[in-house]
T-cell receptor, first 115, second 112 residues
Framework: EPEVTQTPSHQVTQMGQEVILRCVPISNHLYFYWYRQILGQKVEFLVSFYNNEISEKSEIFDDQFSVERPDGSNFTLKIRSTKLEDSAMYFC?????????????FGPGTRLTVT | RKEVEQDPGPFNVPEGATVAFNCTYSNSASQSFFWYRQDCRKEPKLLMSVYSSGNEDGRFTAQLNRASQYISLLIRDSKLSDSATYLCVVPDYSGGYNKLIFGAGTRLAVHP
């Protein structure tokens, strides 16, 4: 069964450093997303991406965040200068097409710890 | 602000029990709804989609009441493996796309 993969599974970084989280969405899916979940809290939407551009972003997704699809398979989330409050689990997700865009398939997540 | 509210639980039930979770949502324009399941420290996994008044899949039944803006999930004949957090999810398509709004989840613990 196709699945979304993410690397690394755990990233520890110092405050102010840049991190890049990587995702490989399901191959025939057209819509890609990043979500985050701070420990003990709700899953929160960060950004959606379609046709090589951001289609929507939340207020969390400020100028410190960027996304990129550098090739036909990878989808990355970059945080330019990490803050302590960026510590969370970051989930990548993908969905097949417009009519099924609510049915999103999540990767196993990257746990980001900012010290 | 578009919200999704759930009873946090935990619901502690014996194997074989029937258990129901409720969810209310504030966005009256929502047309589709989802239940996701999340195991501890794992990713959310799609459990059921609800596009009309309800959906049934084996032991799981989801029902939608649009007038009351209320969705429920019923699990019959609970198994130990059903222990997880159940997330009520309502898409916000106002931006034209596909932002999912998650509830905080209802925790279920099934015991022998």
């Amino acid at each position: 069964e196709p699945e979304v993969t993410q690397t690394p599974s755990h990233q520890v970084t110092q405050m102010g450093q840049e991190v890049i989280l990587r995702c490989v969405p399901i191959s025939n899916h057209l819509y890609f997303y990043w979500y985050r979940q701070i420990l003990g809290q709700k899953v929160e939407f960060l950004v959606s991406f379609y046709n090589n551009e951001i289609s929507e972003k939340s207020e969390i997704f400020d100028d410190q965040f960027s996304v990129e699809r550098p090739d036909g398979s990878n989808f990355t989330l970059k945080i330019r200068s990490t803050k302590l409050e960026d510590s969370a689990m970051y989930f990548c997700a993908s969905s097949e097409n417009f009519s099924r865009r609510g049915e999103q398939y999540f990767g196993p997540g990257t746990r980001l710890t900012v010290t | 602000r578009k919200e999704v509210e759930q009873d946090p639980g935990p619901f502690n039930v014996p194997e074989g029990a029937t258990v129901a979770f409720n969810c209310t949502y504030s966005n009256s324009a929502s047309q589709s709804f989802f239940w996701y399941r999340q195991d501890c420290r794992k990713e959310p996994k799609l459990l059921m989609s609800v596009y009309s008044s309800g959906n049934e899949d084996g032991r799981f039944t989801a029902q939608l009441n649009r007038a009351s803006q209320y969705i429920s999930l019923l699990i019959r004949d609970s198994k130990l493996s059903d222990s997880a957090t159940y997330l009520c999810v309502v898409p916000d398509y106002s931006g034209g796309y596909n932002k999912l709004i998650f509830g905080a989840g209802t925790r279920l613990a099934v015991h022998p």
